[in-house]
């Protein structure tokens, strides 16, 4: 017999996943068995909760409350659990992490991987995505941001230090000359990467305190990171990226950079949802974090650059 903790688990997987089949694969379970247990569910309560049909599935206003309560029930039985237990030392159970394609590839998939193998009582989900989820409505531990943070309900710390660089190829650089000041970039092509909510073809840029915001030409655009920085290597123009991404290419000499003195700063974070006490699974992979990139640029990328960034 399920308990109901299981079964507000089970209608919390549902939600969050969309579809049945979808909350099977989550929880490892056919979604056949999801449905016979959704319909006990209901019955047991007496209310529809979700809406079906052969290809939507919509939640009721009932199956809305009982989501919401349910998910603080949820995190305030975790959370007394893990204090009588005493599970602030030691991370286990479900892990949720989400980054960008680009960085989430190249530095934080390592990252988690050997977290993981110190703590065999945990298990990780990474979701990689051009655009950031919503930590507090997807159930997330986890988010890894670059650049300035907007949600007040989320708490931060910093993994590192991180500017967006201007950069081109050599072979662009000979042909359309070295641009000397931000008035240069006028009549230069640049490769843009749109991603998020940036506006596009706009950089904000600084320098010791000052400040300018430069609209420039986008000849080439996209919103993947090793699409932008192929066409950059490949002489279509400047392009702005993240020195997390551009180093390697720098330190070889297939990009050189432009205007050094000018930056966008785009410092790399952990956002978590902001609770009174973390959990020892957040804590431990945070500060794991912070300590593999404290004193460095940030691990050197692995792979394609994705987006973010």
């Known amino acids: 017999m399920q308990s109901g903790y299981d079964d ?4 919390i997987a549902i939600a969050r996943a969309g579809s049945l089949a979808g909350a099977g694969r989550e929880l490892g379970i056919t979604g056949a068995a999801i449905s016979k247990r959704l319909m006990a569910l ?3 309560l007496g209310v529809r909760l979700v809406q079906r049909t052969t290809r939507t599935l919509r939640i009721t206003p009932e199956g809305e409350r009982y989501l919401q309560e349910g998910k603080r029930l949820v995190a305030g039985l975790d959370e007394l659990e893990q204090a009588l237990r005493g599970v602030a030392t030691r991370p286990t159970g479900l892990l949720r992490v989400n980054a960008s394609l680009g960085y989430g590839r190249a530095v ?3 990252l988690l991987a050997e977290f993981a193998a110190m703590h065999p009582e945990l298990e990780v989900q990474l979701h ?3 655009r950031p989820l919503n930590l507090v409505e997807e159930g997330y531990d986890i988010g890894i941001r670059i650049g300035e943070l907007a949600d007040t309900r989320l708490s931060a710390r910093k993994l590192r230090r991180n500017r967006r660089l201007i950069c081109a190829s050599p072979a662009y650089l000979r042909d359309r000359g070295v641009p000397g000041t931000l008035a240069d970039l006028a009549r230069h092509q640049a490769v843009v990467l749109h991603e998020n909510e940036q506006t596009f073809g706009i950089w904000h840029l600084r320098n010791a305190g000052h400040r300018e915001t430069v609209k420039v030409r986008a000849r080439m655009s996209t919103n993947d990171g090793e699409v932008a920085l192929r066409w950059a290597r490949d002489g279509y123009g400047l392009l702005l990226r993240s ?3 551009v180093e390697p290419l720098l330190a070889k000499g297939d990009l050189q950079l432009v205007l050094p003195e000018w930056c966008e700063p ?3 974070y952990a956002v978590f949802p902001t609770r009174d006490q ?3 699974k957040t804590r431990a992979c945070i500060d794991f974090m912070v300590d593999r990139l404290a004193g460095s640029t940030g691990a050197r990328p692995t792979g394609g650059g994705g987006s973010g960034g």
């Open 8 to 11: 507000l688990q089970l209608f």
């Open 278 to 280: 973390l959990s020892a």
């Open 42 to 44: 209901e019955h047991r």
């Open 128 to 130: 990689l995505g051009d």
């Open 108 to 110: 934080v998939s390592g």
């Open 266 to 268: 785009a410092d790399i």
């Open 243 to 245: 020195e997390w991404s």
